[in-house]
């Protein structure tokens, strides 16, 4: 049997919890199995409750940080059950945690992660890696985005210009040019639309991007979104819930003094937010002739899809189209970390995700 590597996160969506089964044997990686755990009651709105008030106990911390693990644990146990696999096959795990607070711009940079590695390591008896943004700002790097490090091992290729876009909660932007490695968070992906289309529609996520669709984008509020000074920041560059949320949505709103905008086109402007700030990251910093391929829950939004096509003017493909499925290459990335880890490639602070 070929030797097995888990990654398991949570992302910024926190919908669900991913676990992957990763053969790296072969040149290109191959999922061997995956699970989704839906999130336990009121995970998601503790997480977001904290991150929005930047406020909670240290006994509160300590518990979210001892049940993430748990759950985390859970899934991966589910995960082997559910699909046969042989505990003895699995190498290790690799576990990024739930994001609690993300703060590279802060005097002294830190990121924070929940869901103790000692408690998956000791519920699954499989040894568990992690804390790897950490590791990433221990190194130089900005701690996020970790995707660019692995796009670059498995889908980078000396004949052709590629993007690789991750869009989940966040969008972030691996460019794969012979010669260059850049990669760096967009801006918002799914975390401003989900929040609006539930707030507004009662609805998880706009699905198919439907409402957005059958909306009209209010370019007075896009511009007074565009013109925050994140999107002129140059790469790389790291952001998350703690700067883009809905008091910064808020304030966007009363800023561009059109009290009178529909929750539907709201919604279509969100989209167009999403959309232009990866089309810019795109002709910043891309070769005009780049091939963009998806991935990540966003990769399924057929309306920003076509939008961004539309705007780039060349066809958009998925990762899909590279071997590895959308739904499933971050977890690969971090089945990857760990594989890295364990064989010395490199170490807890060797990480560095920029260059």
């Known amino acids: 049997m070929s030797k097995l590597y888990l990654g398991v996160l949570s992302g910024t969506s926190m919908d669900a919890i991913d676990v992957a089964a990763v053969c790296f044997d072969a040149i290109q990686p191959k999922i061997h199995a995956t699970y989704s755990a839906t999130v336990a009651p009121g995970y998601k709105e503790t997480y977001l409750r904290i991150i929005n008030s930047g406020q909670c106990s240290l006994n509160e911390l300590g518990e979210l940080d001892q049940l993430t693990g748990e759950l985390f644990a859970e899934a991966i146990n589910e995960c082997i059950r559910i699909n046969k696999l042989n505990k003895a096959d699995i190498q290790a795990i690799g576990s990024h945690g739930q994001t609690l607070w993300h703060a590279p711009q802060a005097k002294r940079p830190f990121s924070l992660q929940l869901g103790d590695p000692n408690v998956i390591a000791?519920?699954?008896?499989?040894?568990?890696?992690?804390?790897?943004?950490?590791?990433?700002?221990?190194?130089?790097?900005?701690?996020?985005?970790?995707?660019?490090?692995?796009?670059?091992?498995?889908?980078?290729?000396?004949?052709?210009?590629?993007?690789?876009?991750?869009?989940?909660?966040?969008?972030?932007?691996?460019?794969?040019?012979?010669?260059?490695?850049?990669?760096?968070?967009?801006?918002?992906?799914?975390?401003?639309?989900?929040?609006?289309?539930?707030?507004?529609?009662?609805?998880?996520?706009?699905?198919?991007?439907?409402?957005?669709?059958?909306?009209?984008?209010?370019?007075?509020?896009?511009?007074?979104?565009?013109?925050?000074?994140y999107f002129a920041q140059p790469a790389p560059k790291s952001t998350g819930r703690e700067y883009f949320n809905t008091a910064w949505l808020q304030e966007k709103l009363t800023a561009c003094k059109q009290a009178d905008i529909s929750p539907t086109d709201i919604q279509a402007t969100l989209l167009s937010l999403t959309v232009t700030s990866i089309a810019n990251a795109i002709k910043d910093y891309a070769a005009p002739s780049t091939n963009v391929f998806l991935c990540g829950g966003g990769s399924k939004n057929l309306a920003l899809r076509n939008l961004l096509g539309t705007q780039l003017e060349r066809e958009i493909l998925t990762t899909s189209a590279l071997g590895i499925e959308p739904d499933w290459v971050e977890a690969a990335l971090f089945a990857w970390f760990a594989k890295q880890n364990l064989g010395g490639v490199f170490g807890i602070s060797g990480l560095k995700t920029s260059t």
Not at 127 to 145: L, N
Not at 157 to 177: A, D, H, K, Q, Y
């Open 122 to 229: 000791h519920r699954t008896g499989i040894t568990t890696i992690a804390d790897f943004r950490r590791a990433d700002m221990a190194a130089g790097g900005p701690g996020a985005p970790l995707a660019p490090i692995f796009h670059k091992a498995v889908f980078a290729v000396p004949t052709e210009s590629r993007c690789i876009i991750n869009i989940g909660g966040f969008s972030n932007i691996s460019v794969l040019e012979d010669g260059k490695h850049l990669g760096f968070d967009c801006g918002p992906g799914n975390c401003l639309m989900d929040y609006w289309v539930e707030s507004h529609f009662n609805l998880d996520y706009d699905i198919d991007g439907k409402i957005a669709a059958s909306g009209t984008v209010n370019h007075a509020l896009l511009t007074a979104m565009l013109d925050d000074p």
